[in-house]
């Protein structure tokens, strides 16, 4: 039986609206709670602290809203929660104060399973001050037994709040706090931020055309906090570069931008499926940036959303590429769903970026 959303009318296999039509509806849910509304909730969650270390509770679904699309975790619910040791949610302790930030050192040093070690350095990590770091260098130069069993140094835990440090203790930041997300709107009116911009030169690996995948404006008074002193553009295959690990491109900022081929284990001849209707799509896509700022973990729980600056919706673990030129981790600058702008594709695509370089990195991710 073939049904239409009653929303958006893109065809669907059901009665009803399409998921990005029912994101957008519980979205704009959230965005209309009042402010008696939110302090209830806050309260709500202050009493049942503990049930936000379980990810499939109704407090857990209301923290994160709270969180990600209205920007609200107040140092009250901070303290709850780490009274109440609920660390699964780590952006939660995002900025958080310093008893906050005291309680969770003293528990990552008692801490002697892995796992709990595990969640206290991701969360630590999230409250991201100078303490914080030191903290992580400290466990980094004198490893306790647990270490043995993770995967990773503290320096790249770090990298979960957005930053990182170099054996010397310098840290490194490798997102931006601010987020902007990308709205429906007419591109010949505002061009800040352009998804997807065709290319005369086609890929050595499938021949499709390439496309600029992120164009953005460094001058707009919006992506000021951006720290670009010119045109940023991000250019690659939109067919190979989800075969591989991460595509690269150099860019100036005059607004030139240069592919970086070959692309990492591909071979010479890939099969091309971006055909003519879905380049068309792409480069069709009614994206531009929006007019104010958003939360900055606006594009963390949602699928259907670009953000620009902010925290990424990781669908793996947090990924920041390794620059070709310096090996230095890059830094994260924007996120784009594909199925927002390609309807045949899944996953995300991330965009990063080294300043000192001049090198943006693409890669990929999906379940
Ligand atoms: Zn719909
Ligand atoms: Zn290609
Ligand atoms: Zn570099």
């Known amino acids: 039986m073939k049904h239409n959303c009653e929303s958006c009318s893109t065809p669907i296999g059901f009665k009803g609206v ?6 957008e509806q519980e979205r704009n849910e959230v965005l209309a709670w009042t402010h008696e509304q939110i302090t209830s909730k806050i309260q709500h969650l202050i009493a049942h602290a503990g049930r936000l270390s379980k990810w499939d509770t109704d407090e857990y679904d209301v923290c994160c809203k709270l969180l990600e699309i209205r920007g609200i975790c107040p140092p009250e619910l901070q303290r709850a929660a780490l009274e109440a040791r609920a660390f699964s949610m780590e952006q939660l302790y995002y900025n958080a104060p310093v008893d906050v930030r005291d309680g969770m050192i003293t528990l990552l040093m008692e801490a002697t399973d892995s ?23 400290m ?5 306790r037994p647990w270490r043995e069993k993770l995967y990773v140094n503290p320096s790249v835990y770090a990298q979960a709040g957005g930053w990182t440090f170099d054996q010397e203790g310098n840290r490194h930041e490798l997102n931006y706090a601010t987020c902007y997300a990308m709205e429906k709107g007419d591109k010949s009116i505002d061009n ?18 390439l496309v600029d995948m992120l164009v953005l404006d ?29 595509v690269f491109s150099r860019f100036t900022w005059d607004g030139g931008s240069t592919p970086i081929f ?25 994206y531009i940036l929006g007019k104010t700022p958003v939360p900055l973990f606006y594009g963390v729980g949602s699928e259907d959303i670009n953000t620009i ?13 390794a620059c070709p030129d310096c090996s230095k981790p890059m830094k994260y600058v924007a996120q784009i769903q594909w199925d927002t702008v390609m309807d045949y594709s899944e996953g995300t695509l991330y965009i990063e970026v080294c300043l000192d ?9 999906q379940t």
């Not at 399409?18 to 994101?23: D, L, P």
Request: hydrophobic content about 35%; overall charge negative.
């Open 218 to 246: 460094g001058q707009d008074e919006r992506l000021k906090f951006l720290g670009m002193d010119g045109i940023f553009t991000a250019t690659g295959c939109p067919n190979c570069c989800g075969f591989t690990d991460a």
């Open 262 to 286: 070959p692309y990492n284990e591909l071979e010479d001849e890939m099969e091309n499926y971006v055909d003519e209707d879905v380049m068309k799509e792409l480069l069709a896509n009614p």
């Open 115 to 137: 796992r709990e070690a595990s969640e206290l350095m991701t969360c630590l990590a999230m409250q991201g001050d100078d303490q914080a770091l030191q903290t992580l260098l």
């Open 357 to 365: 370089c001049s090198i943006a990195s693409m890669h990929h991710q």
């Open 192 to 209: 800040t931020a352009v998804i997807g911009r065709l290319c005369q030169d086609t890929c050595p690996h499938c021949s499709c055309q």
């Open 309 to 321: 600056g902010g925290f990424a919706s990781w669908v793996q673990d947090w990924q920041y590429i």
């Open 139 to 143: 466990l980094e130069r004198n490893p």
């Open 18 to 23: 399409c998921w990005k039509c029912r994101t």
